[in-house]
C-alpha cells in the first residue's frame, strides 16, 4: 500500500534558519515523489517534482531510496515561506496522488 | 476562469440530508480527481475520471458518495444521507494527463459542515 508519513504537524523556525520538513514514504514500486505547498487564504499548488531535480524559491528535496525519503530543504527560510507544505506521492505510472497529513511552516522574524 | 473552479464554497447542512457539491476543471483538462480533507489529516483521494475511462472509485469511504463527470467537463460529488463525519473539505483538481510530468491544479474547495 502506498502511504506518505509526514511526522511533524508543526514547525517553527526563524528568519534565516536552514529548514528541512521530513517526509518517509512506503510503496513497493518505484514512486514520483512530489511537495505541494498552500499559503494563506491561496489554494494547493505544486512545489516541485523530484523528477525535475530543480530548485523552486530556494527549495530543493532529493529521492532517497534506500531511507524513503523525500525530505525539503531550504538553506535559509523567508518569512514568505510560511505555509501548510504536502508531501505526495504517485506510482510511476499511476494515477493516484496519495498525500501526508501536511506540515504547518511558520518561519518567524 | 483560467482555474478549477468548485462550488459552494461553504455549506452547512443538517444531518440526514443530501449535498451536491460541483467541480468545474480546467477546459481541456481529462483527468478529474476528488480528494477530502478532515481537520487536521491528511488529503483522502475519492475518485478519479480519465477521459472516457470508468472512473477509480477505490477511494470512496461508503455507498453514500458518489460522483458523476459529463464529458471532460463538469463534475458533481454527492453525498446522501449526510453524516457529522463527512465534514471537511472537498477538494477538486484537474490535469492534462497522468504519470510521468502530470501536474494537478487544485481548485479551493467547498467546506462542508454537517450539524
Known amino acids: 500500500a502506498q502511504r506518505v508519513t509526514q511526522p511533524e504537524k508543526l514547525l517553527s523556525v526563524f528568519k534565516g534558519a536552514p529548514v528541512e520538513l521530513k517526509c518517509n514514504y512506503s510503496?513497493?514500486?518505484?514512486?514520483?515523489l512530489f511537495w505541494y505547498v498552500q499559503y494563506s487564504r491561496q489554494r494547493l499548488q505544486l512545489l516541485l517534482r523530484?523528477?525535475s531535480r530543480e530548485s523552486i524559491k530556494g527549495f530543493t528535496a532529493d529521492l532517497n531510496k534506500g531511507e524513503t525519503s523525500f525530505h525539503l530543504k531550504k538553506p535559509f527560510a523567508q518569512e514568505e515561506d510560511s505555509a501548510m507544505y504536502y508531501c505526495?506521492?504517485?506510482?510511476?505510472?499511476?494515477?493516484?496522488?496519495?498525500f501526508g497529513a501536511g506540515t504547518i511552516l511558520r518561519v518567524k522574524s | 476562469g483560467a482555474g478549477v473552479s468548485q462550488s459552494p464554497s461553504n455549506k452547512v447542512t443538517e444531518k440526514g440530508k443530501d449535498v451536491e457539491l460541483r467541480c468545474d476543471p480546467i477546459s481541456g483538462h481529462t483527468a478529474l480527481y476528488w480528494y477530502r480533507q478532515r481537520l487536521g489529516q491528511g488529503l483522502e483521494f475519492l475518485i478519479y475520471f480519465q477521459g472516457n475511462s470508468a472512473p477509480d472509485k477505490s477511494g470512496l469511504p461508503s455507498d453514500r458518495f458518489s460522483a458523476e463527470r459529463t464529458g471532460e467537463s463538469v463534475s458533481t460529488l454527492t453525498i446522501q444521507r449526510t453524516q457529522q463525519e463527512d465534514s471537511a473539505v472537498y477538494l477538486c483538481?484537474?490535469?492534462?494527463?497522468?504519470?510521468?510530468?502530470?501536474?494537478?491544479?487544485f481548485g479551493e474547495g467547498s467546506w462542508l459542515t454537517v450539524v
Open positions: 483538481a484537474s490535469s492534462t494527463q497522468t504519470g510521468i510530468g502530470n501536474t494537478i491544479y
Open positions: 523530484h523528477i
Open positions: 505526495a506521492l504517485a506510482p510511476l505510472y499511476g494515477n493516484k496522488l496519495v
Open positions: 510503496y513497493s514500486g518505484s514512486p514520483e
